[in-house]
């Protein structure tokens, strides 16, 4: 699966809170937008998406899914970044 063909995102962005610093990945604590826990790249930011029926989400992600995925970088280039996130 190459991660240049990351799928649109459904649920649009609310917003996205950086990790500082970013953290190691272990457990629990995993990227979940990426590939279903096969990354293991370092977490930089919480985003939050809005599901249909109004509830919000909280995703963890590495950088590679936040410079590389169309949302994101369009969320980013509209509204930069929300306030750090605790990790």
């Not at 649920?11 to 826990?37: D, K, N, R, W």
Request: glycine residues 6%.
């Amino acid at each position: 699966m190459s991660h240049s063909a990351a799928r649109e995102m459904r649920s649009p962005i609310l917003s996205i809170h950086p990790y500082i610093p970013a953290f190691e990945q272990h457990g629990t604590v995993i990227c979940s937008m990426a590939t279903s826990g096969e990354c293991d790249k370092k977490l930089v930011a919480e985003v939050r998406t809005e599901f249909r029926d109004g509830s919000v989400h909280h995703w963890r992600v590495c950088g590679e899914w936040l410079t590389t995925h169309p949302s994101a970088i369009a969320h980013i280039e509209a509204n930069g970044f929300q306030e750090p996130a605790a990790s």
